[in-house]
């Protein structure tokens, strides 16, 4: 595995358990950061920077209750790299899921997302 593959593989192991500062320490000073989902959901806007970023996981972690977040496998093509899952979670305001993803036997097996409201 190569370097990139190894970063992100890390920066998704410090996610599972929680370490965000660990995760940030990774970030380039102008680090871009896209989270797309629904209102109920107020993480889900455009970050720019390491405190941005720091704040995102504060704002998820206080919306959405994961269950699962089991990444599986690391693709790399010159300096980017695709993590390949599973997650799923729970919006605490409303109980509802927002996203079910399943991978087996190397293929999507399923995705959900429902509406968070």
């Keep these: 595995m190569s370097s990139h593959a190894r970063i992100v593989q890390e920066i998704y192991a ?3 358990r929680g370490a965000v500062a660990a995760i940030v320490g990774t970030f ?3 680090f871009e950061f896209r989270h797309i989902g ?3 959901i107020p993480s889900a806007t455009d970050r720019i ?3 941005q970023a720091a704040r995102f996981s504060e704002e998820f972690a206080s919306a959405v209750e994961v269950s699962a977040f089991e990444p599986q496998q ?3 093509q010159g300096s980017s790299v695709v993590a390949i899952g599973r997650w799923a979670g729970t919006v605490r305001r409303t109980g509802r899921v927002v996203l ?3 991978r087996r036997n190397g293929s999507r097996s399923r995705r959900r997302r429902l509406p968070a409201g």
């Design 38 to 40: 629904g209102s109920d």
């Design 100 to 102: 079910v993803a399943d």
């Design 28 to 30: 380039a000073d102008g």
């Design 49 to 51: 920077g390491k405190s």
């Design 74 to 76: 690391f693709v790399e």
């Design 14 to 16: 410090d996610f599972g």
